[in-house]
């Protein structure tokens, strides 16, 4: 079964910082792309980052809201990716889902989708 | 960064009746569209990808048309299960992740 399972959401201070997992399986991980979507809570899907595979040499790009502050990362031999967020303010809070992009001629579709972790900044 | 513009926000569906959902590119983002669909509490699921193309176990009473600028998402006979919001997604564009609609709630009517 393909399957992605986020962890390490939880309450934070504004200025603070917070790592998220997630945890692959069921597909070839390290040849991947992953990307990280957020949700603020009754609100839309915003796209927050992706690293590519090491065939890509793990190339990584950022929304301009959160580029400089947040930082993804993989460990293959682990079959999970990271978000690193620092600085963090209360307009980061959302549940973050992590979603591995399938390659089209241009860009990439989402598919699974992980259950999502939820991240609020608040003091 | 292009803008994806879904109508209507909401739409109020009898069971067993058409659904029929639109969105919108800024600018042409040919036929590199998808659809994901959202209940409460869960994460959002692909319905269709390459703008018409159903994702593996998708019921074939979902449907995707369009190219470039203008694309629709028809559900032909609501069942009960498909009372979610979807939201349409371009991949064409940067960013990497492309740029998702603002999404369409179907209700029951």
């Not at chain 1, 839309?44 to 809201?65: D, F, H, M, P, Q």
């Not at chain 2, 042409?28 to 193309?53: D, E």
């Not at chain 2, 028809?74 to 009372?83: G, K, Y």
């Amino acid at each position: 079964e393909v399957q992605l399972v986020e962890s390490g959401g939880g309450l934070v201070q504004p200025g603070g910082s917070l790592k998220l997992s997630c945890a692959a399986s069921g597909f070839t991980f390290s040849g991947s792309a992953m990307h990280w979507v957020r949700q603020a809570s009754g609100k839309g899907l915003e796209w927050v980052g992706r690293i590519r595979s090491k065939a890509n040499s793990y190339a990584t790009a950022y929304a301009a809201s959160v580029k400089g502050r947040f930082t993804i990362s993989r460990d293959d031999s682990k079959n999970t990716a990271y978000l690193q967020m620092n600085s963090l303010k209360t307009e980061d809070t959302a549940v973050y889902y992590c979603t591995r992009g399938v390659p089209a001629a241009r860009g990439n579709w989402f598919d699974p989708w992980g259950q999502g972790t939820l991240v609020t900044v608040s003091s | 960064e292009i803008v994806m513009t879904q109508s209507p926000a909401t739409l109020s569906v009898s069971p067993g009746e058409r659904a029929t959902l639109s969105c919108r590119a800024s600018q042409s983002v040919s036929s590199n569209l998808a659809w994901y669909q959202q209940k409460p509490g869960q994460a959002p699921r692909l319905l269709i990808y390459g703008a018409s193309t159903r994702a593996t176990g998708i019921p074939a009473r979902f449907s995707g048309s369009g190219s470039g600028t203008e694309f629709t998402l028809t559900i032909s006979s609501l069942q009960s299960e498909d009372f979610a919001v979807y939201y349409c997604q371009q991949y064409n564009n940067w960013p990497p992740g492309g740029t998702f609609g603002q999404g369409t709630k179907v209700e029951i009517k």
